[in-house]
Each structure stands twice: as C-alpha cells, then as structure tokens.
C-alpha cells in the first residue's frame, strides 16, 4: 500500500496569540519569537526528505512554510484550503471579550457545538472538518511513498489530531497545538490518516508558547 508521509506544523507565534486575539482569516504576520519558532523548525526538517511543502496562504503560516521550504529545497505550495477556521465576527476580538459581549455565542463555542458558525460568516466545527479532510486527503494522494509539510494553524492542527484518532468533533482538548512543534502523520487511501508522533518541542526552548484555543 502507498503510503504518504505528512509533518503538520503550527504557524510560529504572532503577537495576537500572546493577546489570545482571534485571528481565524484575519492575516496577522509571526512576532520575533514566531519567526525564531519558524527558524527552529526549519533547522529541525533540515536533514529530512520533504518532496512538497504546502501551506496556509495567511502569512504568518506561509512565513514559517518559507523557512522550512527554503531548508529543505522543497517546493512551496500555497492553499487557501488549509486556512484557519473562519471566526467571523469573533475576528479580532479577544476570548474575554466574547465571554462579556456574546455570552450565548461563547457557551456554544465553549462547549464544541459542532453546527455553531459564528456571526459573520464563520464556519463551525463541521464545516472547518469537512474542509481539512478533502484537502488532507487530495494532497496527500499526489505523493504516495513520499513525505510533505502541511504549516498551518491551531484549529487545523486540532482536525488533523481528531481525524487521525478517530475522535468526535465534541471531545475535549487534552493534547497541545504549540507553535511551529512537530507533528507527524501517516495517510493511506485506504485507512486515511493515522498518528505517528505529536507536538514534538525539542527543537523549541522553554520560550515557546502553547495556545491551545487559536
């Protein structure tokens, strides 16, 4: 069987993470730590064979992909597919600000309500899961026996962790999403994908920060 080897990377840090900002499609670029984030996993793909890397086309994804394509000599793709999920109104606005303003709004987020679309044009759980999972599979179908680089974002990372273990869209969060950690995956056109390895931080110092919720 064919198998395709996939590394998923979270964007380096931006300064609306540090301000647990929502940035969903809102394009906000890495902080000086997000591009030493960016740099550190560059540095730890160096020596690996990566045949595609393909990323979010929001900058502060696409500026971590460039780090880690320009290391690896591997060609860079963009792909508005692997976007964030779209928050709508909730763009901008910081998670306390939520709670005050939309407290009903904010429950039904809180609880993982997979139908709940914010305001605005924002997608739900359902929507952003449906996207990442064609998008996952089409890529990875063009490279059997190969391995790629999805750079993405927190809420793509949290898909692809839940579409690998079989996990239900309500079930709570135990595992991190850190900035620009190292995750690793492997897609079959059979069995999809499956987890190999998760949230590896030894190319990150204890200055990383882990923002479960954006």
Known sequence: M??????????????WNVDTRIQGHLDIPLNDMGEWQAQQAANALAH???????????LRAFATAQAIAQRTG?????????????????QGRT?????????EDALRWR??????????????LSMLRERIDKTVNE???????????LVAHGGVMDVLYRLATKLDLRA?????????????????PDSGLTLVGWADTGH???QSRDEIHS
Do not use: C
Request: no cysteine; net charge negative; proline share 6%.
């Open 172 to 188: 709570p969060r135990t595992w991190e999403l850190t900035n620009a950690a190292i995750n690793r995956l492997l897609w079959t």
């Open 204 to 206: 990150l110092n204890q």
């Open 95 to 103: 998670f306390a600000q939520i709670e005050a303003e939309s407290p």
């Open 74 to 90: 591997a060609p860079l793709i963009a792909n508005e597919q692997l976007r964030e999920r779209s928050f709508g109104d909730f």
């Open 2 to 15: 064919h198998a395709t080897r996939i590394i998923a990377i979270r964007h380096g840090e931006t300064a």
């Open 48 to 58: 690996e064979s990566v045949d595609a890397v393909y990323s979010s086309d929001l």
């Open 139 to 149: 890529l990875a179908s063009r490279h059997p026996d190969e391995q790629i680089v």
């Open 111 to 124: 609880k993982r309500d997979p139908e709940f679309s914010p305001a605005g044009g924002g997608e739900s």
